[in-house]
């Protein structure tokens, strides 16, 4: 691998760690406040809502200069969107504008893969990608969860800078100044991060123009035998997974009676699994193979189906490892094989923002009916229930669409590899 995708996996993993720390705080932030459960799963609906509102803009904004100088400048935009909530601004507001700042880091921070690494090496570059960033959710929601432990929350205000009045006397204020540190810390990274050398173009200025643009290579990718198949994967994998978060925390509350603090440390198995399962896919499945892992899929829905027999916390642990063992597994094949798709068929920032508009959408939708279904106060075991079934039922559905155009059509020639003699 060429350095600097090792500068690109440091910038994201802080970045994100910092995204999934602020997560467990505005939560806790929004019980301090006394706001009404029902509102829990809105953090990450107000997160992800600009994924959604500005797909047709942040893909052209990242592909009208380096990508390095994008993720540089939407990582101050988070700096800001944390620093609002020193000014009392509500989280979820605050969240919001961090979630802004996330949705212009995304295209760029995928979209430089293809620009910088060949074909071959994508489903590798991803299965590194895909565990750093899920090493940085187990640390991010575990650090989050003890971040707010009283004791830990003491220490950071009993640190004393001699001469220095760091204005620093609560503890939502000593959270989010740990966590606007390593959004620092990322954005000097993303300063190293070189120019590929790939010809940027300016940005339509035309909404218009954009919109048409935008919904253009929607509708390309969607038509594309390969590229529709790995795009309703990865978009059904990222609403279920950003549901299944907020899921885990809340059985873990009520079935194993676990405090919030303790409940995040369960989102840490799940990640370990996911870890272990990109990297054995990043070794033993080639782009080419990819379509082969959406049985995986199916097996993850499976197994959160499971969940509701368990009531003892070393076999919810073996069940959680093993939900994130199919899901990374399943996702980083996936991933590589619709950035491959994107790529081709597009700029490789377009390509990513259309992935992330139809899987935030999605995941508006999958917690937009989850925060329904608490307000309907139905218990949990049947969420998960609900929830469990349709991943199974939506991927059978999936493969079996994707066999009947192998039916079809020889859809091996869409993937274009490098020749046998390419040393890069």
Excluded at 30 to 51: A, C, D, H, T
Excluded at 116 to 140: C, D, H, M, R
Aim: hydrophobic residues 55%; neutral net charge.
């Amino acid at each position: 691998m060429k350095r600097g995708f090792y500068i690109i996996m440091a910038a994201q993993f802080f970045s994100s760690l910092a995204d999934n720390m602020l997560w467990v705080i505005v939560i806790a932030a929004l019980r301090g406040i006394n706001e009404p459960q029902w509102m829990e799963p809105l953090p990450k609906l107000f997160f992800v809502v600009s994924y959604v509102i500005f797909a047709w803009y942040v893909g052209a904004f990242a592909d009208s200069m380096p990508k390095g100088r994008v993720m540089f400048l939407t990582n101050i935009v988070k700096v800001i969107g944390c620093s609002m909530m020193f000014f009392n601004v509500h989280p979820l507001l605050a969240y919001a504008v961090v979630g802004l700042g996330a949705a212009a880091y995304s295209p760029a921070k995928y979209g430089i893969l293809t620009e910088l690494l060949p074909p071959k090496q994508l489903v590798i570059a991803n299965g590194w990608i895909e565990g750093l960033t899920v090493a940085s959710i187990i640390l991010g929601i575990g650090l989050g969860g003890q971040l707010i432990n009283p004791k830990v929350t003491q220490m950071l205000l009993d640190i004393d800078i001699p001469f220095i009045n760091t204005g620093i006397d609560t503890p939502p204020e000593a959270w989010l100044s740990v966590i606007g540190g390593l959004y620092a810390v990322a954005a000097l990274f993303n300063l190293k991060i070189p120019d590929t050398g790939v010809d940027h173009r300016i940005a339509n200025k035309n909404p218009l123009n954009l919109l048409y643009e935008f919904w253009h290579c929607n509708r390309l990718l969607w038509h594309d035998k390969l590229g529709q198949v790995s795009l309703a994967t990865t978009t059904l994998f990222w609403g279920a997974g950003a549901t299944m978060q907020l899921m885990v925390v809340r059985w873990a509350e009520v079935t194993l009676h676990l405090s919030l603090s303790n409940a995040t440390l369960l989102q840490a198995v799940v990640g370990v699994g996911t870890g272990v399962g990109a990297v054995l896919a990043a070794k033993y499945v080639s782009l080419k193979n990819s379509p082969n892992v959406i049985p995986m899929g199916i097996g993850m829905g499976l197994l959160v189906l499971a969940i509701v027999f368990v009531h003892s916390l070393p076999i919810a642990a073996i069940v959680l490892l093993l939900i994130g063992g199919c899901a990374g597994f399943f996702v980083v094949p996936m991933n590589a094989l619709l950035q491959h798709r994107g790529h081709i068929l597009m700029g490789a920032g377009s390509s990513i923002a259309v992935q992330n508009f139809n899987e935030n959408l999605s995941i508006l939708a999958m917690q937009g009916l989850y925060a329904v279904l608490i307000a309907l106060r139905l218990p949990i075991v049947y969420v998960i229930v609900i929830f469990g079934a349709s991943v199974a039922g939506i991927m059978y559905l999936i493969r079996l669409r994707h066999l009947r155009n192998v039916c079809q059509d020889d859809l091996s020639h869409l993937i274009v590899t490098d020749p046998p003699d390419d040393k890069d």
